[in-house]
């Protein structure tokens, strides 16, 4: 069985200053590893994927994850927080033993203060 | 490009009354359709999901169903509302397996369903 866990529920930094958001996934398989984000209101916006490829992978809007597999992690990371990425974040965990389900955190609310 | 559309964008029914809500894709054929469930300060949860017409998963058991009349078309239905249907309503797609790997999911911009 697969499972993510988002270690904050609630992350508030100050407008330039660095973002992480983090992410801890258990899988029997070699998993995918998704972050959406979600603006209020909205529906999901994928900002990036892992899919074994390359470790450290690099999304949208200056937003990278790097997937650790020693530490089945897979934190969010972005150098200089700007107004616009206060949402809330998913984590998300995809087995490929589990065929078309994806596993779900539970959100991470990003504040970010001017 | 592909392009996913959900609709109303908002909804406000009593209890009892009967729900349809539709997703309709753009763009892709033989997409996996998704109905996922928001409520409120809780993640989502996968209500149901169809990998062709007339072929309907369903994962949670509860009051609404599901159907497929068309390859891109995906309707979530109930008889009779119950106040905890209230939520936020996401559809989504996606391509389907390749070569065994789970591909991404793609969201709609949801329903807002208020049960009263």
């Known amino acids: 069985a697969q499972s993510v866990t988002q270690l904050d529920s609630h992350v508030s930094v100050s407008e330039g200053t660095p973002v992480l958001l983090r992410c801890n996934y258990s899988s029997s398989y070699s998993p995918s590893l998704f972050w959406y984000v979600q603006h209020p209101n909205k529906g999901l916006q994928l900002l990036l994927k892992y899919t074994s490829a390359a470790t450290l992978v690099k999304g949208i809007n200056g937003f990278e994850a790097e997937f650790k597999k020693s530490e089945t992690s897979f934190h969010l990371t972005k150098p200089s927080a700007h107004m616009s990425d206060a949402a809330e974040y998913f984590c998300v965990v995809s087995d490929p033993g589990s065929a078309r389900q994806l596993t779900f955190g539970s959100g991470t609310q990003l504040t970010v203060l001017p | 490009s592909q392009t996913i559309h959900q609709w109303p964008a908002t909804l406000v029914q009593p209890v009892g009354s009967p729900l349809s809500l539709e997703c309709t894709v753009e763009?892709?054929?033989?997409?996996?359709l998704y109905w996922y469930r928001q409520a409120a300060g809780r993640g989502l949860q996968l209500l149901f999901y169809?990998?062709?017409?007339?072929?309907i998963s369903s994962e949670v058991p509860q009051n609404l169903s599901a159907s497929r009349p068309q390859d891109r078309q995906f309707i979530l239905s109930s008889k009779k509302l119950l106040l905890s249907d209230s939520g936020f309503y996401l559809c989504?797609?996606?391509?389907?397996?390749?070569?065994?790997?789970?591909?991404?999911?793609?969201f709609g911009p949801g329903t807002r369903l208020l049960v009263l």
């Open positions: 989504a797609w996606s391509a389907g397996l390749a070569g065994g790997i789970q591909e991404t999911q793609y």
């Open positions: 169809s990998v062709g017409i007339g072929q």
């Open positions: 763009g892709t054929s033989n997409p996996n």
